[in-house]
């Protein structure tokens, strides 16, 4: 399993979930298997992202796809203040 977490400053929560949640099908199709939206408890301007995916590879292409399609245009992002932070992570074994 990989997981795209994702974090960025907002304008306000309800313009940003409102277009989050226009891209729900491209999320079903890109393969996410759960996803969690959290936000700081002395931050409402802020969110964390974490969306969990079969493979490194369908991730990693995921990011690509906010990256080049989504955070690149205003009309799909309009509640992004700045730029987004994602990093494709994986399970670490310890021990």
């Known amino acids: 399993m990989a997981t795209l977490h994702i974090q960025h400053p907002i304008t306000d929560?309800?313009?940003?979930?409102?277009?989050?949640?226009?891209?729900?099908e491209a999320r079903r199709n890109a393969g996410v298997?759960?996803?969690r939206i959290q936000?700081?408890?002395d931050n409402e301007k802020y969110v964390v992202i974490d969306?969990?995916?079969?493979t490194?590879?369908?991730a990693q292409r995921f990011q690509d796809f906010l990256r080049n399609t989504i955070w690149s245009s205003a009309a799909n992002s309009p509640g992004l203040a700045g730029?987004?932070?994602?990093?494709?992570?994986?399970?670490?074994v310890v021990g």
């Open 56 to 58: 490194v590879d369908k």
């Open 33 to 35: 298997q759960a996803q």
């Open 51 to 54: 969306l969990d995916f079969e």
């Open 83 to 92: 730029t987004p932070e994602a990093l494709v992570l994986e399970v670490a």
């Open 13 to 24: 929560f309800v313009t940003w979930t409102t277009a989050f949640n226009r891209f729900a």
């Open 39 to 41: 936000r700081p408890v």
